[in-house]
Nanobody, 119 residues
């Protein structure tokens, strides 16, 4: 199983980035996929998730500036990040979760991609 996150980098405030999380080895279209962020010394924070039915949920950070999407044909998860601010600087992780039963849960994390927003 692999979740390969990419697309991070250095961007100026107000700019945009499109990350990608390419997966392999999972039944991607059955998984709830999500993006998290984590700062140094901080806990991972849910940014957004998208279900197999394409229903989305957004956390409190990057509200209105982060659009999560998925391409089941490419087994890939995306966010479009717009109007970036220096406080959006973090490592961004993708996660895939499938709950088959109360006792059988598949849960995988990608390796993270650094997003740095300069002022």
């Amino acid at each position: 199983v692999q979740l390969q996150a990419s697309g991070g980098g250095l961007v100026q405030a107000g700019g945009s980035l499109r990350l990608a999380c390419v997966t392999s080895g999972i039944e991607f279209d059955r998984y709830v996929m999500a993006w998290y962020r984590q700062g140094l010394g901080q806990e991972r924070e849910l940014v957004a998730s998208i279900g197999p039915d394409f229903k989305t949920y957004y956390g409190s950070s990057l509200t209105g500036r982060f659009t999560i999407s998925r391409d089941n044909g490419l087994n890939t998860l995306y966010p479009q990040m717009n109007s970036l601010k220096p406080e959006d600087t973090d490592v961004y992780y993708c996660r895939g979760t499938l709950v088959r039963s109360l006792t059988e849960v598949s849960d995988y994390w990608g390796q993270g991609t650094q997003v740095t927003v300069s002022s």
